[in-house]
């Protein structure tokens, strides 16, 4: 089969760089070879292109379906502000099924053009099956389940279940129930979760200080969400754990016997202390992936995770996310890691790209097809332009060219 060569300033290979390296692709984009030290020839054969190749991006978190409310929900006012105004803009009537099928496709087509390959998305409702049905994207499905009071615990469950076999039904991609977050899901609900079995879940978790503050004391701004949405309030106030303490133990306390441990990835993170990080990763650290959604968390709280205490805990761990466009104006796997390199500037380009690929990859459980430059997948191939010294710049772009 003819085969297509590419080679640049550096490569990306998933995990390290390599100054010239050469990339084989097949006709159908497939890996054929990768060769870290190319001779001249195999150099001079290939196709240049001025900047870095690395393999397709991974957004492990994203909300398509709230690609409609780009720049409709003020920054900074903190989560619990965000969720409020979320909740009412969210089902505005000028918001027509039209309006948000059009916003979804083109989040679809950007994340493409963007270099991203797959996508982690958040599903509450059938809104984005039409896009998801010709993409070319790879989606893994989280059908997001929520509910403070005991009491409903059963039927929303119940109502996931349904929308997750709807998924499954009508799309070819993998669909699986997950928790919103620990203040928002009740212990009940939660334990129903946990014992569905679910391969992989995803979390949003410790996004606002106010989360923890409700576990620990059963005060804080918390109490002003559950008091304007009219619901009663979680019952886990002030059990005197943080909420991730109180939580991760549902999904791996089942998991004693030969049951295959389930995979969870926390999204966010931003508040949570290093010694929640040290205890997690003592505790379940093969099964649990730390997501990092930088500019989200700069759109809504002002705040950057604890990188350093996650470096040193979970660096194999890291993965990167988008959020909606509810709290980002970009779907975009590079801006996220310019963003952690402009705040946090000690960090490599080989951390931040491996995080953005081959890491995400093994999240969603795509790293058979996606990822590395390994023979036999298919990962897609994306040129980063404008690097300098190793380091992205504010100029540097993504494309897919293969
Ligand atoms: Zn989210």
Redesign the pocket.
Known sequence: MKSRAFTADAVFDGWHIWPHAVIMLDEQGYVVKFIPHPDDRQRRTAEYFAGLLCPGFINV???TELSYLKERIPRGTGLVNFVLQLMETRHDPIFSPDIKLQAISLADQQMQQAGIVAVGD?VNTLDSLPVKQSTNLYYHHFVECMGVSEEIAKQRFEQAQQLAAAWKAHASFPATITPHAPYSVSDTLFRYIALQGESLISM?NQETAAENEWFLTGQGSMRRLYDALGISFHQAAGCGTTSLRHVLPFFFEKNTSAHKPCQLIL??NTFTPAADIQWAAAQFQPDIYWCL?PK?NLYIEQQLPPLKTLMTFADDRIVI?T??LA?NDTLSVLEEIKCLQQHFPFIRLEHLLRWATWNGARALHCENQLGSFTPGKKPGVVLVSSIHQQRLSSESRSQRIA
């Open positions: 978190h994203c909300h958040i949003h999204v966010h959604c989200a996310g959020d909606s709290s």
